[in-house]
């Protein structure tokens, strides 16, 4: 999803430097950290390169979207993968269950929003999901959805913000919420 997110950024008029670079992220005015894949192939890319340490030691606005929520997280049952730790909270799979497919695949609704991250969101706005894997509702979820269980669609905790859903594809729900991340401050 990473073209996927530049190419929303630029439709709100900003020029995203896609890398992996150390020095850039720390210089960065805000950190945006989609993701695809799976989370044990992600966090050894990510300590291959020393990233999951600097993501950590970030104080600039973070947004972790989809595996990037969860990578945030301090441990998977994906791979069972431990991940970077700024939530200490644990992603679970989601259960099989009869007329239960896995993964999630398509728009759910937002609720329990409680963040100026949903500025412009109403309670019930649709947003779209593709994922196998969740993170339990916790004192960091600052937004839910429901998919078998009630889970944090939203998260947010000092200077980091994550979403389990992909905004860069929830239309403009999805683009309000990239619009209120790129105006907000590490103390917001």
């Known amino acids: 999803n990473v073209f996927s997110v530049d190419c929303a950024l630029r439709r709100l008029g900003v020029e995203p430097i896609v890398t992996d670079n150390v020095e850039q992220l720390r210089r960065a005015d805000k950190v945006v950290f989609p993701g695809v894949g799976e989370a044990s192939s992600a966090m050894a890319y990510l300590r291959s390169r020393h990233l999951d340490e600097l993501i950590r030691s970030l104080t600039q606005p973070v947004i972790g979207i989809c595996i990037g929520q969860q990578l945030l997280c301090r441990n998977s049952e994906e791979g069972n993968t431990e991940c970077i730790g700024v939530f200490d909270t644990s992603v679970k799979r989601f259960s099989e269950a009869p007329g239960v497919k896995v993964p999630e695949m398509g728009w759910n609704a937002l609720h329990d929003l409680s963040s ?72 917001d």
């Open 116 to 187: 100026p991250l949903f500025k412009g969101v109403r309670e019930g706005d649709y947003v779209y999901f593709v994922h196998s894997y969740y993170v339990p509702v916790s004192e960091f979820t600052i937004a839910t959805a429901d998919y078998t269980v009630p889970y944090a669609a939203a998260m947010h905790r000092d200077n980091f913000w994550t979403v389990q859903f992909h905004p860069e594809k929830s239309g403009k729900v999805g683009e309000q919420i990239l619009r209120n991340f790129l105006e907000m401050e590490a103390t």
